[in-house]
């Protein structure tokens, strides 16, 4: 199992540079982000990250900004406890609760997805995570055979069956996320998700009515084409895990690939977006 590193830095001027810098974090293996008092708080697998690389190869190295930086390491057998005394329940669009299996019923919504986080990622709280989920309750009637990929602790896969999917494939590439994602299957009793771990060429030549991706911009761009060759005509694919600045790449990739933008939504500067399969 692989130990969190949390990298904090804080920034004068804060704004805009945290979101520069989280675009480029995102790509030096960094997955899940914070903003806390004018810092800004990057996780990743500590074996991964190259602080080096992040001094050297970001907006730290010559953008016009001072900065303090320091990294702490949470043991992946500590995080359980740290989570349930942080981990608030998450409502959205007052229909939808993520909750954990210590909160009080009272949380819980008319759609509630149990999850048992056993990293410092996953649990819903990230503003791409919250417009993904928004953006699937829109949807209906819901689609029926589901792609997830990045799954995650697979929250979404779960959500996506519980809106009325029957077939739900979620993927991704590390084992213990795949682990993780199971026990919170069998948590919410779910039926009808088959976890595959591996990237997107585990899909080989399976077609999706609907496809979910929550990754981040260098993976979604590669992604995309294959994305588009994966899903039914008229085939609805979500995307987020990028920020607003983002936006004209991912459409241009998106429109080549035959996807036509139906709806743009934002939150705290992250995108998601959802396209239409022609």
Do not use: R
């Amino acid at each position: 199992m692989k130990n969190t590193l949390c990298l904090k830095i804080s920034l004068q001027p804060f704004n805009p540079w945290s979101e520069i810098l989280v675009s480029q974090l995102s790509e030096m293996n960094f997955s899940s982000f914070e903003e806390k008092d004018n810092c800004l708080l990057a996780y990743g697998n500590e074996d991964e990250i190259n602080i080096n690389q992040v001094l050297n190869e970001t907006c730290l190295n010559n953008a016009p900004i001072t900065f303090e930086w320091t990294t702490e390491i949470f043991p992946y057998q500590n995080w359980n406890e740290k989570w349930e005394k942080e981990y608030e329940a998450i409502h959205i669009d007052n229909k939808i609760s993520i909750t954990a299996p210590f909160h009080n019923q009272k949380e819980y919504l008319d759609i509630n997805v149990l999850v048992q986080a056993q990293t410092s990622f996953g649990t819903g709280h990230h503003p791409t995570t919250q417009l993904v989920i928004s953006t699937m309750n829109k949807i209906f009637p819901f689609p029926k055979k589901i792609l997830d990929m990045g799954t995650g602790t697979g929250v979404l896969a779960i959500l996506a069956e519980k809106l009325g999917a029957n077939a739900v494939t979620a993927v991704d590439i590390e084992d213990w996320s795949i682990d993780n994602a199971k026990n919170n299957a069998h948590l919410n009793e779910s039926k009808s998700i088959t976890f595959l771990c591996g990237d997107i060429n585990i899909l080989k030549n399976e077609i999706f009515d609907l496809i979910l991706a929550n990754i981040n911009k260098n993976t979604l761009t590669n992604h995309v084409p294959i994305y588009s060759k994966c899903l039914n005509v008229n085939g609805l694919l979500i995307l987020s895990g990028f920020l607003e600045s983002d936006f004209d790449e991912m459409n241009t990739i998106c429109i080549e690939n035959q996807l036509i933008l139906s709806e743009k939504n934002q939150k705290e500067g992250w995108l998601c977006l959802s396209y239409s399969k022609i």
